[in-house]
Structure formats: structure tokens, C-alpha cells
């Protein structure tokens, strides 16, 4: 093994203080138990003041019911709407997200290797991303049409910039002194891009997945809204439309459901990707 191999092997050790013993493993899946507990008995006291204030205090025509959502969010199982709905949402969704990170990453990567090509893009990258993304969702829908490509666009327009300013910071983030020893070793740039940076930013990454999986949803949501067939965000804009504020906010209920899924999903797959990477 050469001593660059050594220099990278060595950023993959794990501490000898960083080995888990059993009664830390315990500790930790009894304080799993906790939260669950905690987040499930916050959500049914939130529910149980919701139905009151609908019941005694307030007109449920203004703040819906729970008892109606749920009977409401049963009907919609039944009929399979559920599933007709949430399928395109959650794919124009997950495709533009999944989009961001292929386009993002390369960009982001691109800033940080080169000084004069931020200087250059900087003015033009903050100007396109001070532009509020929700006036262009007209734009998309008039060059993409109303089928999934105006809705994925949308949802990329949202994410993929913080996709590049995470993949900067990231970069830079990165001890300079270990990349100057890998580069007097005669390291090349690729060894030290898949070694070092590469593996530096997955942190990085799984942070804007997570802050983009609620804009990617936004971002197909919005185009629903303003020209779609079927999808959460139509489904919300139809029940509006017709002054059906149950069917709103069973909409927005399964938004949010959708929304925490997903973020979970996203939660077990970082947390196995930096369990073998550190």
C-alpha cells in the first residue's frame, strides 16, 4: 500500500472511543422508544384540541374537524383516490430532487475547484436565485405543458440551488492542510476528488436532500395547482374551489404525512451511509 492509500485509509478509522458498547446501544434504542412515544402523544394531543376547538369554540367550516378529515382520508383509501393522488406528486417530486443532486453536485464542485469560474457565474447564480421560482411556475407550464415535466422542473428549480451552495460549502469546508500532504505525495486530482472531497461532502449532500425533499413537494404541488389533472396539489385546489374545506385539509394532512415519510426514509438511509463511512 503506497503512503497515499495510507493517508486516505487512515481518514476511515474509527476511534477505539467511538465503538459503541451494549449499554450505549440500549440507552440509545430506549431513548428511541421516548421519542416515539413523546411524538406520537404531541400528535394526539394536537389532534384532541383541534376537534374540541372545532366542537365548542370555533365554526369547523373556518378550521375543519379531525373526526371529518380522518372519515374523509378513509373514504379517499377506499376509493383508491389516495394512491391516484399521491403517486404523481411523490415521483414529480423524488425526479426533480433526484435531478438536483445529478446537476447541483457538479456545479457546486465546479465553484469551489475554480476561483475564477465562481467569480465569473457568482453575479449571475445570485441573480437567478433571488428570481421567487413560484412566479416561473406560469413559464414552465406554458414551455413544458401540464403533464410531469413542468412539475419536475419546478421542483428542480427549488432545490438544485441549494444542492450547489451545500456542495461549496462542503468543498471548502475541507482541512486544506490533508489535501497540500496528499498533493506533495504527487497525488492527482481525481484520487484526491474520490479520497477526500468526494467523501467529505456526503454530509452535505444528505442535508439538502433533507431541506429539499419539503421544497421538492412545493415545487410539484405548485405546478398541480395551477394546471394539472390529478395530484395532491390539485386534489387541494379542487376542494378549494368548491368551498370544501374538509377535503383541503385532507390534502394538506397527507402533504405533511408524505413530507415526514419521506424525511425518515431519507434519516435511515444517512444515518447507514455514515455508520460504514464513519
Known amino acids: 500500500m503506497s503512503a497515499i492509500d495510507r493517508a486516505a485509509v487512515s481518514l476511515d478509522t474509527v476511534p477505539a472511543d467511538r465503538a459503541h458498547s451494549p449499554t450505549q446501544h440500549q440507552t440509545g434504542a430506549r431513548e428511541q422508544w421516548q421519542v416515539a412515544l413523546a411524538r406520537v402523544a404531541l400528535a394526539l394531543a394536537a389532534i384532541a384540541l383541534w376537534e374540541a376547538a372545532s366542537r365548542w369554540f370555533a365554526d369547523p367550516f373556518w378550521i375543519g374537524r379531525p373526526s371529518d378529515i380522518a372519515q374523509?382520508?378513509?373514504?379517499?383509501?377506499?376509493?383508491?383516490?389516495?394512491?391516484?393522488?399521491?403517486?404523481?406528486?411523490?415521483?414529480?417530486?423524488?425526479?426533480?430532487?433526484?435531478?438536483?443532486?445529478?446537476?447541483?453536485?457538479?456545479?457546486?464542485?465546479?465553484?469551489?475547484?475554480?476561483?475564477?469560474?465562481?467569480?465569473?457565474?457568482?453575479?449571475?447564480?445570485?441573480?437567478?436565485?433571488?428570481?421567487?421560482?413560484?412566479?416561473?411556475?406560469?413559464?414552465?407550464?406554458?414551455?413544458?405543458?401540464?403533464?410531469?415535466?413542468?412539475?419536475?422542473?419546478?421542483?428542480?428549480?427549488?432545490?438544485?440551488?441549494?444542492?450547489?451552495?451545500?456542495?461549496?460549502?462542503?468543498?471548502?469546508?475541507?482541512?486544506?492542510e490533508l489535501i497540500d500532504m496528499l498533493r506533495s505525495m504527487r497525488a492527482s486530482h481525481g484520487y484526491i476528488l474520490r479520497k477526500v472531497l468526494l467523501p467529505s461532502i456526503v454530509p452535505w449532500i444528505f442535508a439538502s436532500i433533507r431541506v429539499g425533499v419539503g421544497l421538492a413537494l412545493i415545487g410539484a404541488v405548485v405546478g398541480e395547482l395551477l394546471g394539472a389533472n390529478r395530484g395532491l396539489g390539485w386534489y387541494v385546489e379542487n376542494s378549494a374551489s368548491r368551498v370544501d374545506v374538509t377535503g383541503v385539509f385532507a390534502g394538506l394532512v397527507i402533504l405533511m404525512v408524505v413530507g415526514m415519510l419521506l424525511n425518515e426514509i431519507v434519516k435511515f438511509f444517512e444515518q447507514r451511509v455514515m455508520r460504514n463511512r464513519y
Open 72 to 176: 374523509r382520508l378513509w373514504q379517499l383509501t377506499i376509493t383508491n383516490q389516495l394512491f391516484w393522488h399521491v403517486v404523481p406528486t411523490v415521483t414529480q417530486a423524488a425526479a426533480g430532487l433526484a435531478l438536483s443532486i445529478v446537476v447541483g453536485v457538479p456545479i457546486g464542485l465546479l465553484f469551489a475547484y475554480s476561483r475564477f469560474v465562481e467569480r465569473v457565474l457568482e453575479p449571475f447564480f445570485l441573480g437567478l436565485y433571488s428570481i421567487p421560482r413560484i412566479a416561473l411556475a406560469p413559464l414552465f407550464i406554458l414551455w413544458f405543458g401540464i403533464g410531469p415535466a413542468s412539475k419536475i422542473i419546478m421542483a428542480f428549480s427549488l432545490v438544485v440551488f441549494v444542492v450547489i451552495l451545500n456542495t461549496y460549502e462542503g468543498i471548502r469546508g475541507v482541512d486544506r
